[in-house]
């Protein structure tokens, strides 16, 4: 695996919040996808509950999704100059007790403070490695807040700052609703394994899943996957499966299987809202991987239409999208490949070359500041953020570290208890076999081969 890579230095000049800002003063050409994002994320937290403006807007949040509290009025009054003090000096007096993770996605304003930055795994891993602090901020979103739970040392507490932030795409497959399909499929294939040792089905989930389906995963023989080592797992998968069950993200699922040499016509969708998933049982007989109806609305607003239009305002410009993308746009890109094989790809390049990318716009601007020898730019050229990894504000990230300071970092007079807020922990019953389906990704041989070159993807965790 890639290890994270440790902050010392971000451009705050090109920060999306930044771009936001300007573009809502009319200070600078360009659109947003909402007028709200210019609001501060604790104006939603009481309000109607959604994912926040941004990319999820227009998702449905499930009944019981995490909500957050009033955040205390002297971090919503504090100016960003007043908020980087309190952070940095709660910071360094809490020293090696705690760990601040920071996701590719996440916005600069909060990542210029992270120890590691990376995708959610690599920071899952990364909270391992430091099972010396007490605690373990994650500035990302639920489900990684829930996996740095499963794979961080006993004791160590997980906090994620913002607990509205959660991920659209995660809360697409619930556990009732998987094993209510699971249940059909059972009805459907039985339980028996063929003349070959292969049961029916096999369970996969993408790592962006709750920790209940990662422990579903685990109890039904599956597995989990991330972005990087999709192909390997699936490989894994169909020896042991006939067929498998691909959740939440159809596009990760469909664009994999495809570069395998999966036929479309063997990937069916499974709606979780229609009997048997909207199939017919004949139209599952030959079905090799089952699709869950969900996707992510930050890589589904990639079109082909902007790769067309990229490659005519920017000829020889390398298109490389992830596989979150929707497999037309996968297909019309010259590459595909997570958020690791995308910063690599452009670490990698030659000096003056030139990139449209297709993933989450705080991860590209990033880049572009940080690689100013390219012209690095986002496909999509309406500014529209995750709305979840938006609901994290530097203003959260003060009032954890402070409560875990036990005071106002600012004023030591003020004294008070230490204290862990926000804590997310995954429940003993669930975080065994989740514990086993990721143990089961990690032993997991990378394929001998990268599949789909062009477009190409990468392999390994
Ligand atoms: S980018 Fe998509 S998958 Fe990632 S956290 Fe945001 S909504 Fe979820």
Same mark, same amino acid.
């Given at each position: 695996?890639?290890?994270?890579?440790?902050?010392?230095?971000?451009?705050?000049?090109?920060?999306?919040?930044?771009?936001?800002?300007?573009?809502?003063?009319?200070?600078?050409?360009?659109?947003?996808?909402?007028?709200?994002? &210019?609001?501060?994320?604790?104006?939603?937290?009481?309000?109607?509950?959604?994912?926040?403006?941004?990319?999820?807007?227009?998702?449905?949040? #499930?009944?019981?999704?995490?909500?957050?509290?009033?955040?205390?009025?002297?971090?919503?009054?504090?100016?960003?100059?007043?908020? /980087?003090?309190?952070?940095?000096?709660?910071?360094?007096?809490?020293?090696?007790?705690?760990?601040?993770?920071?996701?590719?996605?996440?916005?600069?304003?909060? &990542?210029?403070?992270?120890?590691?930055?990376? /995708?959610?795994?690599?920071?899952?891993?990364?909270?391992?490695?430091?099972?010396?602090?007490?605690?373990?901020?994650?500035?990302?979103?639920?489900?990684?807040?829930?996996?740095?739970?499963?794979?961080?040392?006993?004791?160590?507490?997980?906090?994620?700052?913002?607990?509205?932030?959660?991920?659209?795409?995660?809360?697409?497959?619930?556990? /009732?609703?998987?094993?209510?399909?699971?249940?059909?499929?059972?009805?459907?294939?039985?339980?028996?394994?063929?003349?070959?040792?292969?049961?029916?089905?096999?369970?996969?989930?993408?790592?962006?899943?709750?920790?209940?389906?990662?422990?579903?995963?685990?109890?039904?023989?599956?597995?989990?996957?991330?972005?990087?080592?999709?192909?390997?797992?699936?490989?894994?998968?169909?020896?042991?499966?006939?067929?498998?069950?691909?959740?939440? /993200?159809?596009?990760?699922?469909?664009?994999?299987?495809?570069?395998?040499?999966?036929?479309?016509?063997?990937?069916?969708? %499974?709606?979780?809202?229609? #009997?048997?998933?909207?199939?017919?049982?004949?139209?599952?007989?030959?079905?090799?991987?089952?699709? %869950?109806?969900?996707?992510?609305?930050?890589?589904?607003?990639?079109?082909?239409?902007?790769?067309?239009?990229?490659?005519?305002?920017?000829?020889?410009?390398?298109?490389?999208?992830?596989?979150?993308?929707?497999?037309?746009?996968?297909?019309?890109?010259?590459?595909?490949?997570?958020?690791?094989?995308?910063?690599?790809?452009?670490?990698?390049?030659?000096?003056?070359?030139?990139?449209?990318?297709?993933?989450?716009?705080?991860?590209?601007?990033?880049?572009?500041?940080?690689?100013?020898?390219?012209?690095?730019?986002?496909?999509?050229?309406?500014?529209?953020?995750?709305?979840?990894?938006?609901?994290?504000?530097?203003?959260?990230?003060?009032?954890?570290?402070?409560?875990?300071?036990?005071?106002?970092?600012?004023?030591?007079?003020?004294?008070?208890?230490?204290?862990?807020?926000?804590?997310?922990? &995954?429940?003993?019953?669930?975080?065994?076999?989740?514990?086993?389906?990721?143990?089961?990704?990690?032993?997991?041989? #990378?394929?001998?081969?990268?599949?789909?070159?062009?477009?190409?993807?990468?392999?390994?965790?």
């Amino acid at each position: 695996m890639t290890t994270t890579s440790n902050i010392t230095d971000t451009s705050m000049t090109a920060s999306v919040d930044r771009t936001i800002r300007l573009i809502g003063a009319g200070q600078t050409t360009g659109s947003t996808c909402s007028p709200d994002l &210019v609001k501060a994320p604790w104006e939603l937290d009481g309000g109607t509950p959604g994912y926040g403006p941004g990319s999820s807007m227009g998702d449905v949040l #499930p009944t019981g999704a995490p909500r957050q509290g009033e955040l205390p009025a002297r971090y919503r009054a504090a100016s960003a100059r007043e908020l /980087d003090a309190r952070i940095r000096a709660a910071k360094a007096t809490l020293g090696d007790r705690v760990v601040v993770l920071g996701h590719f996605y996440q916005r600069d304003e909060v &990542v210029q403070y992270a120890d590691f930055v990376g /995708d959610s795994f690599q920071l899952a891993q990364a909270a391992r490695s430091k099972s010396d602090a007490e605690a373990i901020v994650f500035c990302g979103v639920h489900f990684m807040a829930e996996t740095a739970d499963l794979l961080s040392a006993p004791g160590q507490a997980v906090i994620l700052p913002n607990l509205a932030a959660g991920c659209s795409m995660a809360d697409m497959a619930d556990i /009732d609703s998987v094993t209510e399909c699971w249940e059909q499929l059972e009805e459907l294939y039985g339980t028996e394994p063929d003349a070959d040792g292969r049961v029916p089905v096999i369970p996969v989930t993408y790592m962006n899943s709750s920790a209940a389906l990662k422990g579903f995963c685990g109890e039904h023989g599956g597995i989990v996957c991330t972005s990087s080592n999709a192909a390997s797992v699936l490989e894994w998968a169909f020896e042991r499966g006939q067929r498998v069950l691909f959740f939440p /993200d159809q596009h990760l699922g469909r664009n994999t299987a495809k570069a395998m040499g999966v036929p479309l016509e063997q990937m069916p969708m %499974w709606n979780p809202r229609k #009997p048997l998933g909207g199939n017919t049982p004949e139209g599952l007989d030959d079905a090799r991987v089952i699709l %869950w109806h969900g996707f992510c609305s930050v890589h589904k607003r990639f079109t082909v239409d902007q790769i067309e239009q990229a490659r005519i305002d920017h000829p020889g410009v390398r298109v490389i999208v992830h596989p979150e993308c929707p497999m037309p746009v996968v297909d019309a890109a010259d590459e595909y490949g997570s958020t690791d094989y995308i910063t690599k790809a452009i670490a990698a390049a030659p000096a003056g070359s030139s990139f449209a990318i297709g993933t989450e716009i705080n991860l590209v601007q990033r880049l572009a500041a940080q690689y100013p020898q390219h012209t690095i730019f986002c496909l999509d050229p309406v500014v529209c953020p995750c709305s979840t990894m938006y609901r994290i504000h530097p203003g959260y990230l003060a009032w954890v570290l402070e409560a875990l300071v036990g005071g106002d970092a600012l004023d030591a007079g003020a004294d008070r208890p230490s204290e862990v807020l926000n804590r997310v922990t &995954v429940g003993a019953d669930v975080a065994e076999p989740a514990r086993l389906a990721l143990e089961r990704m990690l032993a997991a041989k #990378p394929r001998s081969e990268p599949v789909g070159v062009p477009p190409a993807t990468v392999d390994g965790v």
